[in-house]
């Protein structure tokens, strides 16, 4: 299930980024009294009354200014407003209505998304009575806050809740596996989702960005369906032009989220994985999710200075958990090796879900602790009692202790190399889970 999309706006210096930083619990946007410092759009998962969501800060709009900087910020706050499902339009309450208040107001009543409109600055709640001007703006009852203190933070989140889309039930479908394509832009996904399904469902361009949206496409194969997500545009060329990695890391984080298997799509004609590549598959691991690296664009690879063996060498050396991951060398222009895909996405989906019996569990837990026992912490032995798999999506695993806050993380990274050794569990994340065992 997508969760919904926050979008904090308003002209320079209100306070965005101080609420963005208070409704999170920590720091993240920069802050400053100068107007302006938030450039970009800055975007965290939050949780409030057990409702989770992204919140995304955005720069300060102005306009009609000439300046480029101006208007890459007005640009950026404007498709956070479209991508937005409630949008807080924070004004300052001590200046009261300004005209860029007016300004923005005025294209949210146009975007037709629910908004709160949030008086910022009132310290002395409630008694402070300086936001009622505000009701000018046509947006209903202006809700007070401190972003500094915290004052009626609360009461916001309460309302933004109100105005969320409806969470969606049911469990999971067993049959149908959802497959996020994500990677920088203009690798090739389009194109890859478009040979793997054997037809034009997705515009294909060299303009970096041009999918849109992320589109859904189901595929039977061997009796699943494959929901495929591309991910591959983000925005209009013209509409957000500075803004594709932002953008693009939030939508590459929702699809992810939605996803049952991650396949993280990269440039083979490049040299080596790119930061952004690694960032990406680790968000897909992180994430618990099963991850296939496709390596596109491998008709374009002179072979005689790069060979398959060679970079899935090289990446496997550089980011450790790629060793658990399949790799696959396609290209999407002659369909070579991409149908190939398909089938991994079922190997490992079923590695996700695939369940161990406690007596196998047990015994290879046994065979570690000979090998290796953990030792003894501040005078106490520690004692490894027994494990068994408690989870799936990805597979996961309680290993009970006798001092579970005794057991060091070498350790514990000592068994889940060695579970990983025994069943291998291609293509998926595993997690262990430290619990008290009591000491007979």
Partial sequence: MSLPIVAVVGRPNVGKSTFFNRILGRRIAIVDDRPGVTRDRNFARAEWAGREFYIVDTGGMVEGSDVPLDRAIRAQALAAIEQADVVLLLVDAREGVHPLDEMVADILRKSGKPIVLVANKLDNLPRDEARHEFWSLGLGDPAPVSAISGKGSGDVLDRVLGLMPPE????????????????????????????????????????????????????????????????????RQSKVKDSIEYYSALRTDRAVQDSDVCIVMVDGTETELHAQDVRIAETAWDAGKAVILVVNKWDLVAKETMTAPDWEKSMRERVPFLKWVPMLFTSALTGQRVRKCLDLVLEVQEERLRRIETHEVNEVLEGLIRHQPPGVSRGRRVKVRYATQIGVRPPTFAIFVNFPKALADHYIRFLHNGFREAWTFMGTPIRLRVRSGKDT
């Fill in 168 to 235: 969606e039930g049911g469990g999971a479908n067993e049959n149908e596996i959802r497959v996020a394509v994500v990677g920088k832009p203009n690798v090739g996904k389009s194109s890859f989702v478009n040979r793997l399904l054997g037809e034009e469902r997705l515009v294909v361009s060299e303009v970096a960005g041009t999918t849109r949206d992320s589109v859904d496409t189901p595929f039977a194969y061997h009796g699943k369906t494959l929901v495929f997500v591309d991910t591959a545009g983000l925005r």
